[in-house]
């Protein structure tokens, strides 16, 4: 019995990092074209690591919320669990998920775009903006996916995969608005898969939602997991 859960911003929202599009989200104090994107680093990356910088102090401060420990307790109960997130907070893994698909990379990732050499880097703050590779000196940059790029390969393959061969698939905390990483929930109702919703917002995957949690992360994951005891069985 293979279950899925897809996440975005919202299962981070408790923990008190904003989300991108909602009232108070991120995008709304910024503007994602002058951050978040290939051409703006370039221009400006002082400006842009500064966004990142200030966003990697939040994630430190953070911790796991309620939500991600329902979703790490849940990789231990059901061997055919994983997590594919949208998120670069890296929250699911500091909760005990092990089987994580980041899709849109990891904030604590740095990549140098003259050599190429990647690493974690967990300073916060970063004592250098912008910060320069170890390697050869050459300007880094967050190792994440911008607007306009492609999602690493390997890990959009294995989550279209995933989402193919669910029986269950768990969507929590996403506005369903950015692709391909919005694909997912199609992809697996088109494959027969149980698709839930856990939101306090309607968003254009409810449509498809076979069960809807109109509720927060922390709250709707218990009686989620409630549920899929109870419906499948505590082995999955
Ligand atoms: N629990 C669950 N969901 C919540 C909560 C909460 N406590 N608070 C807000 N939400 C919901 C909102 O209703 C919204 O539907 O989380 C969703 C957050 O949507 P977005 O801010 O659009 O975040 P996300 O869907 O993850 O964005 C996708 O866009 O900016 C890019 O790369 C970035 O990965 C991000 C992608």
Redesign the pocket.
Known sequence: MKIIAF?????S??SGIP????KD???KKFR?EEL?TPEAFFRDPKLVWEWYDWRRQLIAKAEPNE?HKILAKMEEEFPDFYVIT???DGLHQRAGSKKVIE??GNIWKVRCVECGHETYDYRAPLPEIPPKCEKCGGLLRPG??W?GESLPLDALEEAFRLSREADVFVV???????YP??QLPYEAKEHGAEVIE????E?PISRIADKIYR????T?LKKVYQYIKERYGSKG
């Open positions: 996440t975005g911003a919202g299962i929202a408790e989300t991108f599009r909602g989200g991120l995008w994602a978040a939500g949208q998120n670069v899709l849109h994440v996916v607007f929590i905390g996403t506005s369903g608005v950015v990483a919005a856990v939101n306090p917002d968003t509720e927060k992360a922390s709707g």
